[in-house]
């Protein structure tokens, strides 16, 4: 590819080598200057180019330009179309090297393998330059928008480099155009913006505040997310998203949270008074009024006087800690794990032994209870995409799950916070936060189309899974003909796929009322009402509206598969938390097994039967039996549809499971649950499914350790590339 570079003077690029690719873009070596690299825009439009004059023509301050370091990696120059079009294809921007992504530092274990000699005050001093970057990105005008531990890199000698510049909120002070940054990660998102769709609104400095807060107390906290903890509930633990949401701080210091902090997280107190009162500030105070967030001029000030209160441990010089603790907390957490020292003395970097594996404690079997904990949730599978077909509606499953590491098994190995960790370094950049309930204002559209172009160009939109064009498309089939039943369920479909459950609902709602007898949109407004329970204050009432959708679909047509395979999941779901879960149990064991009488072939739902054996052996005195009858439904689904990655992820914990306890077969059981664990991963790899790739790897961590090292690696260089 040819491009044409316009300053400081007319030069053609010839990019050959590309470093990497990402969903919008790739980025290309620069062969006349190894300190540049071209991104070129996959799909370049005009507000692209115009987003990028606005920001070469206001850079902002480079807080680190005394030290030749560069803290945010701008836009230095715009590329062109070397054929004379002069449209601009990209720009180039400075090529960031020997710097890796800040979670290989705050997580202690890449941290000891990558930098062992990156200590506590090193962590101080990252957060401090962090916060500068912010402050300077803010004293412009500009706000981050998608916070996240992927575009921020760190040195070993703890300077920080902001990277994907081009996807901030930029505002063009000529035009008074405010270009959106219209993704975030949930994790990083503050409470007003969750179940918000980011293209829809500005950013704030309050919002960027947010994350740079989460950021700095996992710095602090050994990789420690400020909403993780043991949750002290009867169901499934909520998903960050919806903690935030809640003003769920695990460390509140004003209010009861329903969460406890995890036993192998650092303790509150090693925190400075001064960044403890932050803390508090951000995520309580300011969970009702995000102004009352500290600055990132706070945080400056609050981190340089952390740095410089501390003191140095006589046991371990690289234990240095603030002075308002009377001991070294560091020692004591080192015991605590088993000999890990989050911070290895120079003595034991030199002998390798920081890199040893840990003293591994001896396993104790008892009676009760009968199983060990759950490492994730029947729940992970459950979220069904609808899709459309040319002649009417039906939905097929989603491979999005949310899998729970084992607490128990991280609590006896020590993992130092490996399992909040985990998660959010293996997932890729998140294009959408994960649980938006959008209602998309639908773009203005022509009506010379006629309705079925408007049909078709929906129908294509959706099979490309663009589906906020499919939304518009289908609607202005529906503004032609407004009683069109099969597009109105068209669009409920698109709109549940963009997580805007409650338009969803609505769409089907209005297509019964044209049409009372559609089963299909019955069901997908039973999956819809399923979805938007785990948001409501009252699930119950979801749950139940979702079963009586079922109902009326299977009142219906008895041989309504899906409704049967769907209520039995309701019911697996509401089993959790009822008082009477065996009996909601067998429930739901009864849809799956009718399921399978009207079709031998249905894998899904040998698959949901076999999870609800599975939550039935955890309460179980007969526990194995109940185990072995979830490994013979997962072998008959995989008979069926011998690639269905999630099966394969099942059963290689179940089966891990049952090698905890032991017995003649526990070492078959354990190579077999490794055995099963690859093979999802594989098979989610070739689906391009990276969220449950990267969880499979996770939960491969938790298997087997020694898994971790190359997974790490890999883990690093995919996000790299994004």
């Known amino acids: 590819m040819q491009v044409l570079r316009c300053s400081p003077r007319k030069e053609i690029l010839s990019l050959n080598v590309s470093l990497g690719r990402g969903g919008e873009a790739c980025v290309y070596a620069v062969p006349s200057d190894n300190n540049l690299v071209a991104k070129i825009y996959h799909k370049p439009t005009t507000a692209h180019a115009d987003k990028l004059q606005a920001m070469l023509a206001n850079p902002p301050e480079n807080p680190t330009a005394s030290l030749g370091h560069i803290s945010i990696a701008w836009p230095e120059d715009l590329l062109r179309a070397a054929d004379g079009k002069n449209s601009i294809l990209g720009f ?20 000891r393998q990558h930098c062992p000699l990156f200590n506590y005050q090193y962590l101080l001093r990252t957060a401090r330059n962090l916060a500068a970057a912010f402050a300077a990105l803010h004293a412009s005008g500009y706000c981050i928008g998608d916070v996240n531990e992927s575009n921020i890199l760190v040195s070993d000698t703890a300077l920080v480099t902001l990277i994907d510049t081009d996807s901030f909120q930029v505002l063009d002070a000529n035009s008074n ?9 949930p994790e990083f998102t503050p409470p007003e913006l969750q179940n918000k769709t980011f293209a829809q609104h500005d950013r704030e400095i309050s919002h960027d505040l947010f994350g740079l807060a989460v950021l700095v107390f996992q710095l602090l906290m050994e990789g420690t997310h400020p909403f993780s903890g043991i949750f002290q509930g009867a169901i499934e633990p909520p998903p960050y998203e919806a903690r935030i949401a809640s003003g769920h701080f695990t460390y509140s210091q004003k209010r009861y949270v329903p969460y406890l902090p995890t036993p192998i997280a650092p303790a509150w107190e090693i925190l400075h008074p001064s960044l403890q009162e932050l803390f508090v500030r951000c995520f309580e105070d300011g969970h009702n009024n995000p102004q009352l967030r500290p600055s990132a001029q706070a945080w400056l000030s609050a981190i340089a006087e952390a740095e410089d209160s501390l003191i140095t441990c006589t046991t371990n010089p690289q234990h240095r800690y ?7 907390p560091w020692c004591e957490r080192t015991v605590r794990l088993g000999g890990r020292d989050p911070f290895p003395s120079h003595r034991a970097i030199e002998a390798r032994e920081h890199l040893q594996p840990r003293i591994k404690r001896k396993k104790h079997y008892t009676q009760t209870p009968h199983f060990p904990q759950r490492t994730m949730s029947p729940h992970s599978a459950n979220y069904w995409q609808p899709v459309i077909t040319p002649s009417g509606t039906s939905y097929k499953p989603s491979k999005k799950s949310k899998l729970y590491p084992i607490i128990c098994c991280l609590l006896g190995f020590g993992l130092l916070g490996y399992a909040d960790v985990m998660i959010k370094f293996t997932q890729p950049l998140v294009t959408q936060n994960a649980y938006t309930q959008q209602t998309l204002k639908s773009p203005q559209t022509s009506n010379k189309l006629s309705f079925a172009d408007y049909y078709q160009q929906g129908y294509t939109a959706y099979k490309d899974r663009d589906y906020e064009k499919a939304i518009a498309s289908f609607t202005g089939a529906i503004e032609q003909e407004p009683t069109h039943a099969r597009a109105i369920v068209n669009r409920g479909n698109a709109r549940y796929n963009m997580k805007d459950y409650e338009g969803a609902v609505g769409d089907y709602s209005e297509a019964l009322k044209i049409n009372p007898n559609q089963t299909k949109a019955l069901v997908n407004r039973g999956n819809a009402r399923y979805m938007l329970a785990e948001y409501s204050n009252d699930p119950d009432l979801e749950y139940n509206l979702a079963i009586a959708d079922y109902n009326r679909a299977i009142g219906l047509n008895n041989n309504e598969i899906e409704a049967y395979i769907r209520r039995g999941i309701v019911r697996t779901q509401m089993a959790k938390y009822s008082g009477e879960s065996q009996q909601a149990y067998k ?3 009864s849809d799956f097994t009718h399921a399978i009488k009207l079709n031998v072939s249905k894998a899904e739902a040998y698959f949901q039967r076999g999870v609800v054996y599975y939550q039935i052996a955890q309460y179980s005195s007969n526990y194995e039996q109940e185990y072995h009858q979830a490994i013979a439904d997962f072998n008959q689904a995989l008979t069926i549809s011998p690639k269905l990655a999630k099966v394969y992820l099942k059963r290689g914990m179940v089966r891990y499971e049952l090698a905890q306890y032991g017995g003649s077969e526990s070492n078959k059981n354990q190579a077999k649950a490794v055995e099963d664990i690859q ?11 990276m969220d449950n790739y990267q969880q499979a790897l996770s939960n491969m961590c938790v298997v087997i350790e020694n898994k971790c090292d190359p997974l790490f690696n890999t883990s690093s260089n995919v996000e790299k590339t994004n």
């Not at 155009?177 to 990660?185: A, I, L, N, S």
């Not at 603030?322 to 070294?328: A, T």
């Open 177 to 185: 155009v405010v270009y959106r940054c219209p993704v975030g990660k």
């Open 322 to 328: 603030n002075n308002h603790i009377r001991s070294c």
């Open 92 to 111: 180039l921007m400075p090529r960031i090297q020997g710097m890796r992504p800040i979670i290989d530092f705050y997580n202690p274990r890449t941290r």
């Open 587 to 589: 429930r739901a064991i």
């Open 679 to 689: 093979a999802s991963a594989k098979f989610f790899l070739e689906q391009d499914d």
